[in-house]
């Protein structure tokens, strides 16, 4: 439903997006992950035809976005990490301005304007005046506004930013309902924990460049070969850190108190012989054991150095 080949998108010689190329089926729900600056509203930008490309081609339901923009922006609903509300109109006014910008028959417009305000749980708001409303109900009455031609394809640039922890829930909720209604979507987001509740792809954008991309199960195992092992010991840390070092499954050790924590890239059994090493090497092991496969820290795993 959505493929980029060699996406790249340059602002004067810094390139934003660089070589970009994923498929994203239909109906299902790509979670597009990266760092600040990493490129992913650049490519959302691309996809929702309002930036050209540099090179490469981007195509929504098989229309090319440079070739046929007006047939992308009716298979889409475009939701930009920033927008504004018009604050002089309820969320009905608000929503009836956009419904008659996208051409919705007069007849049709109060049903679907109730039923869009349902889904975005705003039912009890339609007569309160847009600037009176939270964060939150700002962002869902702009998801509403981006269902009002009812899109095949939603891209929707962190819906969730700068929510609290209760907003986000209600956000993830109507994007499951969403979901459920078999829409394609695409979702960025800083917080790769959050993505994997409601996507089935993941993909880790940074520096422009995909670094990561596996179906949201895997991403964890792709990035196995990356784990952290946590490794207590009562003394001689830093002794210990430095034979686990030796060890060419061992890419990088920090210390954390009493903790080494060890980045490994071999399998159980390798575990097991670093393990024996500093048994055998007379080191007092408290623990020893590898860090839950924390979402948030394959993400900074994979992500880590390439940035900085
Ligand atoms: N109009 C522009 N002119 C010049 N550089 C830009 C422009 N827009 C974005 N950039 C740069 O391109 C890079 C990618 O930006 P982009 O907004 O696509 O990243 P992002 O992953 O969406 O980041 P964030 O999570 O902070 O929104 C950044 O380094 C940014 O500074």
């Known amino acids: 439903m959505i493929r980029t080949v060699g996406l790249t998108k340059r602002y004067g010689n810094y390139k934003a997006v660089d070589d970009l190329s994923m498929h994203i089926e239909k109906g299902s729900c790509f979670g597009f992950v990266g760092p600040n600056g990493a490129g992913k509203s650049t490519t959302m930008s691309v996809l929702a035809t309002l930036l050209e490309p540099t090179a490469g081609h981007a195509y929504v339901g098989g229309y090319d976005v440079v070739e046929e923009p007006a047939k992308v922006r009716q298979l889409i609903g475009y939701m930009p990490d920033f927008f504004g509300v018009y604050d002089s109109l309820t969320a009905v006014e608000y929503l009836e301005f956009y419904a008659g910008a996208y051409k919705v028959p007069k007849e049709n417009r109060s049903a679907l304007i109730k039923d869009l305000l349902e889904l975005v ?18 962002q869902r009455l702009g998801l509403a506004r981006c269902l009002i031609h009812d899109p095949e394809v939603l891209i929707l640039d962190e819906p969730a930013s700068g929510l609290d922890p209760r907003a986000r829930i209600e956000m993830k909720e109507i994007l499951k309902a969403l979901r459920g209604m078999g829409k394609t979507i695409l979702i960025s987001s800083h917080i790769l924990p959050e993505l994997a ?26 990035v196995a070969g990356h784990r952290v092992l946590r490794i207590r010991l009562l003394d001689r840390i830093e002794e210990a850190g430095y034979l686990l070092e030796q060890s060419e499954l061992v890419t990088n050790v920090d ?20 393990l024996a090493s500093l048994v055998s090497g007379g080191y007092p092991v ?21 940035g900085s």
């Not at 749980?121 to 700002?138: C, E, I, Q, W």
């Open 197 to 222: 509740e409601m996507c089935d792809t993941i993909g880790i954008i940074e520096q422009g460049k995909m670094i990561a991309l596996a179906p949201v199960d895997q991403i964890a195992a792709q």
């Open 286 to 306: 408290l623990s020893y054991a590898e860090e839950a496969g924390n979402l948030e820290e394959v993400f900074l795993t994979v992500t880590k150095g390439v």
């Open 121 to 138: 749980n705003l039912s009890g708001k339609a007569d309160a005046f847009v600037d009176t409303l939270s964060r939150g109900m700002k």
């Open 255 to 274: 210390i954390e108190g009493n903790a080494l924590l060890v980045t490994y890239t071999g399998d159980d059994n390798g575990q097991v012989t670093l």
